[in-house]
């Protein structure tokens, strides 16, 4: 359970995280959402929608340097604390392999996948809707969760069974 609730501690953080700076998460995220939109929408051009595409690699990029130096503001990685942290802790990044499988099957396959329940004239809005929802949400959520898993390691030191927290570092 100890390994578990170190997976949950990432949750937590990245939705605290969310919470505090979702103006700009959330803001960022939105030009990812209106490029799909148009993209899938059919109503962006070849050219024009290629180029959108590198735009949104670029904020995506934005996105996840900005979160991580928010993130680690006044810490410092320590990269081989993280590699004996990922030794210790194997167990807890199992159990975000299995949260993040089952968060996928949900709001990608899931999802995705309910469109085919609708008729066909509606399915591409559907999806181009879905993912319009998805950029802001799942997908910059899934981000602050990713650099949570690394700031947990890199950054944290959590106390052994029965040990007492003092001195043990700043938590997720």
């Known amino acids: ?20 700076h979702w ?33 949104v690699a670029g904020v995506r990029i934005a996105l996840v340097v900005l979160v991580w130096r928010v993130a680690l503001r006044g810490e410092r990685p320590d990269w081989p604390g993280a590699r004996a942290f990922a030794r210790r802790h194997w167990p807890s990044l199992g159990w975000h392999l299995v949260l993040m499988s089952a968060a996928a099957l949900v709001f990608d ?7 085919a329940l609708l008729p066909e004239a509606w399915r591409q809005t559907y999806l181009a809707v879905l993912l319009f929802a998805k950029n802001p949400t799942v997908i910059a959520f899934t981000v602050l969760w990713w650099v949570g898993v690394v700031r947990q390691a890199a950054v ?17």
Do not use: C, I, K, N
Not at 1 to 18: H, P, Q
Not at 109 to 115: D, F, K, M, P, Q
């Open 23 to 55: 103006r700009w998460v959330a803001g960022l995220s939105l030009v990812a959402s209106v490029q799909r939109l148009a993209v899938v929408g059919g109503w962006l051009p070849p050219g024009p929608a290629l180029a959108s595409e590198v735009l």
């Open 109 to 115: 396959v899931g999802l995705e996948a309910a469109g």
């Open 1 to 20: 359970m100890r390994e578990l609730s170190l997976a949950l501690d990432v949750l937590r953080w990245a939705a605290g995280f969310y919470l505090r």
């Open 156 to 172: 944290s030191r959590p106390v052994p069974a029965g040990a007492t927290p003092s001195g043990s570092g700043p938590r997720p």
